[in-house]
């Protein structure tokens, strides 16, 4: 990290966040610290649960416990520093501090692109194939599919982070967003920033773009073949598997298409804002809501789990 800001004459950034909510500051912190508590242990919780019960020892469960997983990361990039933020007077980050986070915020982002793409062709495969699914989908491919994830995930971003701390800041510091992220960075350069608003664009795209396509695809063929189920019963099993995916799918790239996909680095400032806390902080305490409300396996996992300990009787 050491010399990415030697073109610059700024130091650190202030983030502004939302100016007119300053006044309830510490009602906003303990609603955001509860929200992120409620993330973590729920994502926590889904991910021991998945790890001991041996009956969720099969592939889909496996992608749900890494999705749970990579949460917790996800948002220990933001909201901590969103929760200092609340109460500090002087909102400040600094220059490195600012392209760490960027960094990590969309390589884990990606990674969950590339993570709920891999979930999407894991139902194709188990509906769609069901015979050859055992095969394909061994433990050791499970394994692979993640690193894979993971490898392509964190090197995504690589390439935007050195076009971006390139640029020099000479302006104001003030960056309009509740986080760092590369659009609110990009209006902050005192250059020409059109080789950085191209590149964002073309990774973006192809993260995007790509993997939200193929996951549509992929639920096309699935919806199709549970059509063709004859039994009522059978066709309820098959699209209650794929509801809670669906959900998180359309949730997490619905914002992050209107937030990332665009050509130019001028944009709404406060619909940029309420886009983020969407994907950024509701998304990943709804993912293990979704998932343990609507899973009966994960549910009896959860009551095996408490007899265990003896928090509950039958």
């Known amino acids: 990290m050491e010399g990415w800001n030697t073109s610059t004459t700024v130091t650190e950034f202030i983030l502004i966040g939302f100016p007119t909510l300053y006044r309830y500051g510490t009602f906003l912190f303990i609603?955001?610290?509860l929200v992120y508590v409620l993330t973590i242990a729920g994502n926590v919780i889904v991910f021991i649960l998945i790890r001991m019960d041996k009956r969720l020892h099969t592939p889909m469960y496996f992608f749900i416990s890494i999705l749970s997983?990579?949460?917790?990361?996800?948002?220990?990039?933001?909201?901590?520093?969103?929760?200092?933020?609340?109460?500090?007077?002087?909102?400040?980050?600094?220059?490195?501090?600012?392209?760490?986070?960027?960094?990590?915020?969309?390589?884990?982002?990606?990674?969950?692109?590339?993570?709920?793409?891999?979930?999407?062709?894991d139902r194709y495969l188990a509906i769609c194939h069901p015979l050859r699914y055992p095969s394909i989908?061994?433990?050791?491919?499970?394994?692979?599919?993640?690193?894979?994830?993971?490898?392509?995930?964190?090197?995504?971003p690589i390439t935007e982070v050195i076009l971006i701390s390139r640029l020099p800041f000479c302006g104001s510091n003030e960056i309009q967003h509740i986080f760092c992220d590369f659009p609110p960075l990009l209006s902050l350069a005192c250059t020409d920033t059109s080789v950085n608003v191209l590149a964002d664009f073309v990774i973006n795209s192809f993260i995007i773009l790509v993997t939200f396509t193929f996951i549509i695809i992929s639920?096309?063929?699935?919806?199709?073949?549970?059509?063709k189920i004859r039994t009522s019963v059978g066709r309820i099993k098959a699209f209650s598997t794929c509801v809670a995916h669906l959900?998180?799918?359309?949730?997490?790239?619905?914002?992050?298409?209107?937030?990332?996909?665009?050509?130019?680095?001028?944009?709404?400032?406060?619909?940029?804002?309420?886009?983020?806390?969407?994907?950024s902080v509701l998304t990943p305490i709804l993912n293990p809501f979704i998932y343990s409300l609507r899973n009966k396996e994960i549910r009896l996992a959860f009551k095996r789990s408490m007899k265990k300990v003896g928090l509950l009787y039958t």
């Not at 501090?97 to 692109?113: D, I, R």
């Not at 989908?137 to 995504?156: D, E, P, R, W, Y």
């Not at 639920?219 to 059509?227: D, G, R």
Request: with cysteine.
């Open 31 to 33: 609603c955001l610290l």
């Open 137 to 156: 989908m061994t433990s050791k491919m499970t394994i692979k599919l993640v690193a894979a994830c993971f490898t392509l995930g964190f090197l995504c």
């Open 247 to 279: 959900t998180v799918v359309l949730l997490f790239f619905t914002c992050i298409v209107f937030m990332y996909v665009r050509l130019t680095k001028s944009y709404s400032l406060y619909y940029d804002r309420v886009l983020a806390v969407i994907y």
């Open 219 to 227: 639920y096309v063929k699935i919806i199709l073949a549970i059509l």
């Open 69 to 121: 997983f990579l949460e917790i990361w996800y948002t220990a990039v933001t909201i901590p520093k969103m929760l200092t933020n609340l109460l500090a007077e002087r909102k400040s980050i600094h220059f490195n501090g600012c392209l760490v986070q960027t960094y990590f915020f969309h390589s884990l982002g990606a990674s969950e692109c590339y993570l709920l793409t891999t979930m999407a062709y």
